[in-house]
């Protein structure tokens, strides 16, 4: 079983891709922030609103006193977040009307901040109290990185920028998504490869003992973290190339997407 990522991993890719974020934020003109998403309705203002709300949380929540026991942990808690998407648009448009680009772009940059400081003697095995249970700080951190990494995506595909996700942000979501997917689909008939990230077996049929396995599916880390929060069909990633794929075991279409 492969391993989720480390609390110091975890939190070092919050700091490095919302201060990326951030940067990214602080220089886009006012017309941007009222371009469409490819997120439904969402505008950019929204998104920013959202990016804010999601690193603020992690502060907010080192505010409030330490729960007595864990409800959730990182796999348990990334399987959940498709049921609050509904409470999450809401609150996003909510932060985002009446706020000006100038207030959005002050907002995120003072949450990114705030976490910073809050972080500095933080004890990554703290239990914090979050909208989705009690769970440990490190999970809770590498949570926000596959919020930070996801959604900095989005904001790309809208504006342009940032041209890439933090190198550490995307390796702990790689990681995380890797380990949602060999629980989601357990079993060792295929192995996915995420070449300088991971490499997993999962979908259930006969196991790979050694040599090369008969079902292997390769793709870059940006691509698979697409495909998991589903941001790109896998029928599309596959007719692109973005893909590869080779067995008959190695459509991962029917598990995908992992979140969203």
Same mark, same amino acid.
């Given at each position: 079983?492969?391993?989720?990522?480390?609390?110091?991993?975890?939190?070092?890719?919050?700091?490095?891709?919302?201060?990326?974020?951030?940067?990214?934020?602080?220089?886009?003109?006012?017309?941007?922030?009222?371009?469409?998403?490819?997120?439904? =309705?969402? @505008?950019?203002?929204? *998104?920013? +609103?959202? $990016? #804010?709300?999601? &690193?603020?949380?992690?502060?907010? /929540? %080192?505010?409030?006193?330490?729960?007595?026991?864990?409800?959730?942990?990182?796999?348990?808690?990334?399987?959940?977040?498709?049921?609050?998407?509904?409470?999450?648009?809401?609150?996003?448009?909510?932060?985002?009307? =009446?706020? @000006?680009?100038?207030? *959005?772009? +002050?907002? $995120? #940059?003072?949450? &990114?901040?705030?976490?910073?400081? /809050? %972080?500095?003697?933080?004890?990554?095995?703290?239990?914090?109290?979050?909208?989705?249970?009690?769970?440990?700080?490190?999970?809770?951190?590498?949570?926000?990185?596959?919020?930070?990494?996801?959604?900095?995506?989005?904001?790309?595909?809208?504006?342009?920028?940032?041209?890439?996700?933090?190198?550490?942000?995307?390796?702990?979501?790689?990681?995380?998504?890797?380990?949602?997917?060999?629980?989601?689909?357990?079993?060792?008939?295929?192995?996915?490869?995420?070449?300088?990230?991971?490499?997993?077996?999962?979908?259930?049929?006969?196991?790979?003992?050694?040599?090369?396995?008969?079902?292997?599916?390769?793709?870059?880390?940006?691509?698979?973290?697409?495909?998991?929060?589903?941001?790109?069909?896998?029928?599309?990633?596959?007719?692109?190339?973005?893909?590869?794929?080779?067995?008959?075991?190695?459509?991962?279409?029917?598990?995908?997407?992992?979140?969203?």
């Amino acid at each position: 079983m492969i391993r989720t990522p480390s609390a110091e991993d975890a939190r070092a890719g919050v700091l490095a891709q919302y201060g990326l974020l951030a940067t990214a934020v602080a220089a886009l003109p006012d017309a941007a922030f009222a371009r469409p998403t490819r997120l439904g =309705d969402w @505008t950019v203002a929204e *998104l920013v +609103a959202h $990016l #804010a709300s999601t &690193v603020d949380a992690v502060p907010r /929540a %080192l505010a409030r006193p330490e729960p007595e026991r864990t409800e959730a942990d990182l796999l348990s808690y990334l399987g959940a977040m498709r049921d609050v998407a509904p409470a999450v648009a809401q609150r996003a448009a909510d932060n985002a009307r =009446d706020a @000006t680009p100038g207030d *959005l772009r +002050a907002r $995120l #940059a003072a949450a &990114v901040a705030d976490t910073e400081a /809050a %972080l500095r003697d933080a004890d990554p095995r703290r239990l914090v109290l979050v909208r989705l249970g009690a769970v440990a700080l490190g999970d809770f951190l590498a949570t926000r990185c596959v919020e930070g990494v996801v959604h900095g995506l989005d904001l790309r595909a809208a504006t342009g920028v940032p041209e890439t996700p933090d190198a550490g942000a995307l390796k702990v979501v790689v990681r995380a998504f890797a380990a949602l997917l060999e629980s989601t689909a357990p079993g060792r008939s295929v192995e996915v490869r995420i070449p300088g990230h991971v490499a997993v077996q999962c979908v259930t049929g006969p196991r790979h003992t050694r040599g090369t396995p008969p079902n292997v599916v390769e793709t870059d880390a940006v691509t698979f973290v697409e495909l998991a929060a589903g941001r790109l069909a896998w029928a599309e990633a596959m007719a692109t190339g973005a893909v590869r794929a080779s067995g008959e075991r190695a459509d991962l279409g029917a598990y995908l997407p992992l979140i969203g």
